[in-house]
Each structure stands twice: as C-alpha cells, then as structure tokens.
C-alpha cells in the first residue's frame, strides 16, 4: 500500500509541475486575492460546523487576562476574523496575516465585531512577527494556520516569544490522520495538489510533535473528529500555557 501511495503521490507532484512554475516565477500572486474571496466563503461555513467546539475553546480565553487589565489577543493568520466573535467584550486584539488581501474582509470582520478593541493589522509571516516585543500579549491565536506556515517550528517559538509568562497559545488544528487509515493513504496522494488549492496548507502535519517539543510549561490538547471533509476531519484542539 505505501509503494502505491508513494507512487500516486509522484504522479500528482508531476501534474502540478506547471503550479510550481507559475510560483516560481511570481504569478501565484492572483491566486492570493481568489483565495482570500474563496476563504470568506468557506470560513462561514466552518464556523457554522466547528461554533460548539469554538465557543468550547475560547471559553477559557478570560483565564488569562491579568487583572486590572485589557486582555490582550494576537491572532495569527486571522483571515476574514472568523474568531473574533468568540473573543470575550473589551479585549484588545492584534490582527496578523501574510496574505494582504485579507485586509478588506477583516475590516468587515472588524465593523461587526464592536465588543473588541482592534489595535492593528500586521502583513507578516507566522514566523516573523519581530514588530511585536517579547511578553507583551496574553493569548495568541492559531486557527487553521499552522498546516500552512512555511516554518512551524519558528511559528510557534514566535508564539511563545511574544506571550507573557502565564499566557497561552491557543490552537485548533487540523492534521494528518491515523497512519493504518484511508484519510492518511489519501491525505498524501493528494497533498501537492492541495498545497496549491490550499495557498500553502498541508494535510500531513503532526502539529502535536512541534507543539510538545515547544518547552510550553503546560499542554492541554484533544483529538477530535471534525463533522468536515474527510481529508481535513482530524483535528487537535487546546491550548499551550507558557
């Protein structure tokens, strides 16, 4: 079966041949702007699937906030701000993506979200956010972006650099499956094309393997089956305590 896997996935990575060439030379740039469209479509749809899991999640988003103080929020790869209603009243959030034509969605995402308090949007990689001080946020925010970060590694010491001690890194994930599973045989084959599809993302990542090697004082994470397609149904969710 792994001879056949691997074979298929060639044979995949051969088709997309034209898709590496295309970002090789700088046109993967239109896609950006489609896929910014595709994913204020698509992220309604999650959110309408994963709402009882989110609200879960971010319930324990006001244990962190210190007192006296504004908690403050920083997203990483906050898209369209699909999050930001599950954000508690009067926190302060900063907004991070790579891809700039996020922008005009999360403005929309802003104006309807008016319990929070918006401190700025940031064009930056996951892995270099260094206009942000060190300790100076208490929670960060990773939803359906570590499958796509070029470094996760780096993305997640980021994390852990800018939280406070105490904060945490909350994340929900979705990630390779079972290796004995179908999802998993399927899940490879198709990676090179989802890559494209995906601006990036990747299907077969361990993500708990970086987030238990990140020296976090604290690791509370679950595996869930997500009601989505099945390529994208293993998930983790949880939170990291630095």
């Known amino acids: 079966m792994e001879l056949l896997m691997n074979f298929l996935t060639l044979f995949f990575k051969v088709l997309t041949l034209p898709l590496q060439l295309i970002e090789a030379v700088g046109l993967y740039e239109w896609y950006k702007g489609f896929f910014a469209l595709l994913m204020s479509k698509i992220s309604v749809s999650y959110n309408a699937k994963m709402d009882d899991k989110k609200r879960d999640l971010f319930s324990n988003l006001p244990d962190f906030k210190k007192p006296s103080e504004p908690l403050t929020v920083l997203e990483i790869g906050c898209g369209t701000g699909t999050n930001f209603k599950y954000y508690p009243p009067g926190c302060k959030v900063i907004c ?16 309807e979200n008016t319990h929070l308090s918006f401190e700025r949007f940031l064009v930056a990689a996951g ?11 208490d929670a960060v925010v990773a939803t359906l972006v570590l499958c796509s970060v070029r470094d996760m590694t780096r993305t997640i010491q980021e994390a852990h650099r ?3 001690p105490g904060g945490a890194l909350f994340f929900m994930e979705h990630v390779v499956a079972e290796r004995s599973s179908w999802t998993y045989f399927f899940q490879h084959i198709l990676q090179p094309m989802w890559y494209y599809f995906g601006d990036g993302c990747e299907l077969t990542r361990s993500t708990w393997n ?14 869930i089956e997500a009601p989505l397609n099945f390529l994208i149904k293993p998930h983790i969710v949880g939170y990291a305590v630095k």
Request: net charge negative.
């Open 162 to 164: 800018m939280l406070r």
């Open 127 to 137: 892995e270099d956010m260094g206009s942000i001080e060190d300790e100076t946020v």
């Open 210 to 223: 970086d987030l238990e090697a990140a020296g976090f004082s604290e690791l509370k994470l679950k595996r």
């Open 96 to 111: 991070t993506d790579p891809n700039r034509h996020f922008k005009k969605y999360l403005e929309k995402g802003m104006s």
